[in-house]
């Protein structure tokens, strides 16, 4: 017994075998009641054969397969090439290497974006390794992920406002329990991809590119098991000047071009089921006559375990003129902000409020719908409706099948219904 409790001590995960593991298991089993005697917990040996079997020699492998056959109206204002597409729009697959007991190595080699040719996106979206330093202060180097907004349960549609983006970092992180602390040193737009792209209702297109350094951090206190708050900011730094291009005509933009989003959030849960929760941003752009500006939203988020028939997601919110979120939000296939918000910029001050609700019928059978507005102040004519109604099959554990009904409205675009229909399957292994 006293060899068995050592053994599972001190297992090598790059050399253990399924026979050896296998072995362990039976011989923990046999040998529980003398493991018991030595005082040795039979409970979490049993977890470390756990662990030694989900990451058998170290490494551990899943993936993801996303395919969508989506069929739309002769004209459309969706990303949608023809009146249908086939697309591949998301295929992962994970790699997961345990070092040792304090370092891991983590991959993600795959697309989230549709592709024609699944081969032509295929890329290292993700490729870090993470350890533990002195103090028990977790630190990540490599390309990793930041969603600080998904990770706080601030968003439940597409995508968040900001963050939810891969980079090449640093990050540090460390947990008091009550209090915890993370600090991003990251590259961006090293690419020389756009930061800001978008053609306004004159027609004029304007972009910006430059590459920057990011700073960003979270500090979240959970004051108890109902309340939490915290404060995060993404400061961009430019490296030089950013270069401006209106109409195909560079214009310097001398000693400008850092962007700072400065946020606040907080979480109330005033019964299991029930949380009230809002996240505020203020954001200062150095660019041609660019104002400081902000954004806000409040939440109310209800489970199904108190309605029984549905899960609801009610949400009301407000963009200033030129606030400028990095991804496109509230979208199903680039729907309600790709108007107002053309390149994540709002060209108007913008309100926003949607519902969204989620039934699960039984194991197997699910639906969902959602209903989101988004109306500019002063420029009704480009007031964008859009409802989607789906309905879930999970023909197995690794295979789901979805039917989904989405339809936009909106002058600005020039279409009164511009609908679309899309057969989802998804497969997880």
């Given at each position: 017994?006293?060899?068995?409790?050592?053994?599972?001590?001190?297992?090598?995960?790059?050399?253990?075998?399924?026979?050896?593991?296998?072995?362990?298991?039976?011989?923990?089993?046999?040998?529980?009641?003398?493991?018991?005697?030595?005082?040795?917990?039979?409970?979490?040996?049993?977890?470390?054969?756990?662990?030694?079997?989900?990451?058998?020699?170290?490494?551990?492998?899943?993936?993801?397969?996303?395919?969508?056959?989506?069929?739309?109206?002769?004209?459309?204002?969706?990303?949608?090439?023809?009146?249908?597409?086939?697309?591949?729009?998301?295929?992962?697959?994970?790699?997961?290497?345990?070092?040792?007991?304090?370092?891991?190595?983590?991959?993600?080699?795959?697309?989230?974006?549709g592709h024609e040719n699944g081969a032509a996106g295929m890329e290292w979206e993700q490729y870090y390794i993470t350890t533990t330093l002195p103090y028990d202060i977790e630190f990540?180097?490599?390309?990793?992920?930041?969603?600080?907004?998904?990770?706080?349960?601030?968003?439940?549609?597409?995508?968040?406002?900001?963050?939810?983006?891969?980079?090449?970092?640093?990050?540090f992180k460390k947990d008091w329990g009550m209090a915890n602390l993370e600090l991003v040193f990251a590259r961006a737009y090293d690419n020389g991809e756009d930061i800001v792209s978008?053609?306004?209702?004159?027609?004029?297109?304007?972009?910006?590119?430059?590459?920057?350094?990011?700073?960003?951090?979270?500090?979240?206190?959970?004051?108890?098991?109902?309340?939490?708050?915290?404060?995060?900011?993404?400061?961009?730094?430019?490296?030089?000047?950013?270069?401006?291009?209106?109409?195909?005509?560079?214009?310097?933009?001398?000693?400008?071009?850092?962007?700072?989003?400065?946020?606040?959030?907080?979480?109330?849960?005033?019964?299991?089921?029930?949380?009230?929760?809002?996240?505020?941003?203020?954001?200062?752009?150095?660019?041609?006559?660019?104002?400081?500006?902000?954004?806000?939203?409040?939440?109310?988020?209800?489970?199904?375990?108190?309605?029984?028939?549905?899960?609801?997601?009610?949400?009301?919110?407000?963009?200033?003129?030129?606030?400028?979120?990095?991804?496109?939000?509230?979208?199903?296939?680039?729907?309600?902000?790709?108007?107002?918000?053309?390149?994540?910029?709002?060209?108007?001050?913008?309100?926003?409020?949607?519902?969204?609700?989620?039934?699960?019928?039984?194991?197997?059978?699910?639906?969902?719908?959602?209903?989101?507005?988004?109306?500019?102040?002063?420029?009704?004519?480009?007031?964008?409706n859009n409802f989607t109604f789906a309905v879930g099959y999970q023909y197995s554990p690794a295979i789901y099948f979805e039917l989904a009904y989405d339809v936009l409205d909106s002058?600005?675009?020039?279409?009164?219904?511009?609908?679309?229909?899309?057969?989802?399957?998804?497969?997880?292994?």
């Open positions: 017994a006293s060899i068995i409790a050592r053994s599972l001590a001190y297992v090598d995960f790059d050399k253990a075998s399924k026979q050896d593991v296998e072995m362990l298991k039976r011989l923990v089993v046999e040998f529980s009641d003398e493991l018991s005697a030595l005082g040795v917990r039979v409970d979490e040996l049993d977890a470390r054969v756990a662990v030694l079997e989900k990451d058998l020699g170290g490494w551990s492998l899943a993936g993801v397969m996303e395919f969508n056959a989506k069929f739309v109206d002769d004209d459309t204002v969706r990303d949608v090439s023809g009146k249908a597409d086939f697309d591949i729009d998301k295929y992962r697959i994970f790699l997961r290497k345990r070092i040792d007991e304090k370092t891991s190595f983590t991959a993600r080699l795959g697309s989230s974006g990540t180097f490599g390309r990793a992920p930041i969603d600080w907004e998904g990770d706080l349960g601030l968003y439940a549609d597409d995508d968040a406002w900001w963050g939810d983006f891969n980079r090449q970092m640093f990050k978008y053609t306004d209702p004159d027609g004029d297109e304007y972009s910006v590119t430059a590459e920057y350094f990011l700073l960003a951090g979270l500090l979240n206190f959970d004051f108890s098991e109902k309340v939490s708050a915290g404060i995060l900011a993404y400061y961009l730094i430019a490296d030089d000047d950013p270069v401006v291009d209106i109409n195909s005509v560079i214009i310097p933009e001398p000693g400008g071009g850092d962007v700072l989003t400065f946020g606040a959030y907080a979480k109330f849960q005033f019964h299991p089921s029930v949380e009230l929760k809002g996240l505020y941003y203020y954001q200062d752009i150095d660019l041609r006559d660019a104002d400081n500006t902000n954004a806000w939203k409040i939440i109310l988020d209800v489970n199904q375990d108190l309605l029984k028939f549905t899960s609801l997601w009610l949400e009301y919110a407000q963009f200033e003129e030129g606030f400028w979120v990095n991804n496109q939000p509230y979208a199903v296939n680039d729907g309600l902000l790709g108007y107002i918000a053309p390149g994540g910029m709002f060209l108007e001050d913008t309100t926003v409020f949607g519902v969204r609700a989620a039934q699960q019928w039984s194991d197997k059978w699910s639906t969902w719908e959602r209903y989101w507005v988004a109306d500019p102040d002063d420029w009704s004519d480009a007031e964008t002058d600005g675009y020039g279409y009164d219904s511009d609908s679309l229909i899309r057969f989802q399957t998804v497969v997880n292994f």
